[in-house]
């Protein structure tokens, strides 16, 4: 009975603050007491990686492969390259515990139309044992690993990392067991607020190392899609002198611009250290492998 109590109330609060993140981002930076009190309750102890999906990297490549054949220059496309969301499938592989949620509750909250509402986050490591069943399912590791790349499929970004407020609303603990995987789209939680989050609380929502995206003006065509509200996670993308530009210091790497342009105006690039990197890190935040 307790139990289920604290399941309803953590769901509750989850979802008004869910539809009340705009307001209490925006406090992080106008009040110096706010932010303290918002970032040891939601967000104290974080380290998240923005992954860009599958067809962002091969769209990428793709684009590359057309423009050199144009050219007459020779370019040998290489099927076995590591992928940034393979980085995922990794920690799944070595994982003591896989737990898929039922649905995602921020595309639910929302009541999204976009991409699907049963494409929830997985979660990793002895802490998700903890989790209730009306919120999720313990899965083996082919599950999971079809889980992302339907989410790859679908054109969802990924994060990966530790997150204080998922060991909160599901009251599961040691956040130092439990490392998070979610496929996200404009409907979730940091989709958009990462602009208004003061620095010393957005800075620990990062790109991968060595990622880089870029504008092709010679390829613009001027369409503004990309400045959609919908479309940059970190609000780095703007209109300068009649150019499109993407502020690097803003950039989160989750590449749905790529997606989104249809001129292939930009591009994705990143590189082996990135990847190396983030799998190390990853393993000194959260205690989830297999012992």
Not at 56 to 61: D, G, H, I, P, R
Not at 216 to 239: P, Q, T, V, Y
């Amino acid at each position: 009975m307790r139990k289920g109590f604290y399941e309803d109330i953590s769901t509750f609060l989850v979802k008004h603050t869910f539809h009340t993140r705009f307001f209490l981002s925006r406090l992080t930076k106008k009040s110096k007491i706010a932010k303290k009190i918002i970032d040891r309750l939601l967000f104290q102890g974080d380290e998240v990686y923005v992954l860009p999906n599958k067809n962002t990297v091969q769209k990428t490549k793709s684009a590359t492969i057309s423009a050199n054949i144009e050219v007459n220059q020779s370019f040998q496309k290489d099927d076995s390259e590591f992928v940034p969301s393979e980085i995922l499938k990794i920690a799944i592989r070595e994982a003591s515990d896989i737990v898929i949620m039922n649905k995602c509750l921020c595309r639910s909250s929302n009541d999204c139309q976009d991409y699907p509402q049963d494409l929830g986050c997985i979660f990793l490591g002895p802490a998700s044992r903890k989790i209730a069943s009306k919120y999720g399912r313990r899965a083996t590791v082919e599950e999971a690993l079809a889980h992302v790349d339907k989410a790859d499929a679908e054109g969802l970004s990924h994060v990966i990392g530790r997150n204080k407020i998922d060991t909160i609303w599901m009251h599961v603990s040691p956040k130092e067991e439990l490392l998070t995987i979610c496929h996200c789209c404009p409907c979730c939680c940091l989709w958009k607020v990462l602009p208004d989050l003061d620095n010393d609380i957005s800075d620990k929502i990062m790109r991968l190392e060595d990622v880089e995206v870029h504008p092709i003006s010679d390829n613009c065509k001027m369409c503004k899609k990309c400045l959609g509200d919908d479309i940059c996670f970190g609000g780095a993308i703007s209109l300068e002198n009649d150019k499109i530009t993407i502020d690097q210091n803003k950039c989160v790497g989750c590449g749905h611009c790529v997606q989104t342009c249809k001129f292939n105006a930009i591009e994705l690039n990143y590189t082996q250290k990135s990847v190396d990197s983030v799998l190390n890190r990853i393993g000194e935040l959260v205690d989830y492998k297999k012992h």
